[in-house]
């Protein structure tokens, strides 16, 4: 039977290996963890280290941390081949400049989603949402 020093060892591996793969600073990504009936939710956040702000990457729901884990660093692996490409440009109330975020995403309202992720949507006027060409 493991530990739960084993599930934390784990579970921080496995958070290393998402961060490597996206290629990302490790101030610039965050893991929420939640409980939502009886499973594990976990939220990946990125923050935008230019405009200070945080976006959601993508939800998992797990059994428990690891199992979240494992299906984000799954996510993470293949998320490119399986997701949209949308840019949207927007600006944060009371700002004057225009911000463009780049988002994957199942659709036009889950981009969106990952925009607002966490943030009164009164407080971000959007401008445009494009789907971006496939390269």
Same mark, same amino acid.
């Given at each position: 039977m493991? #530990?739960?020093g084993d599930i934390h060892v784990e579970a921080a591996r496995i958070q290393r290996e998402i961060k490597s793969h996206l290629g990302l600073?490790?101030?610039?990504?965050?893991?929420?963890?939640g409980n939502m009936e009886g499973k594990v939710k976990l939220?990946?956040? #990125? @923050?935008?280290?230019?405009?200070?702000?945080?976006f959601l990457f993508h939800s998992v729901m797990g059994f428990d941390k690891v199992?979240?884990?494992?299906k984000m660093l799954e996510y993470v692996k293949h998320y490119k081949e399986k997701e949209s490409s949308y840019t949207i440009q927007w @600006?944060?109330?009371?700002?004057k400049e225009l911000n463009t975020s780049y988002f994957r995403a199942s659709g036009v309202y889950d981009a969106l989603d990952?925009?607002?992720?966490g943030r009164?949507?009164? #407080? @971000? #006027?959007?401008f445009s949402v494009v789907?971006?060409?496939v390269a």
């Open positions: 493991e #530990t739960s600073r490790s101030n610039a990504l965050m893991f929420e963890y939220d990946l956040i #990125t @923050i935008n280290p230019r405009h200070n702000q945080s199992d979240a884990l494992q @600006i944060a109330k009371g700002d990952k925009l607002y992720y009164d949507s009164n #407080t @971000i #006027t959007v789907l971006n060409p």
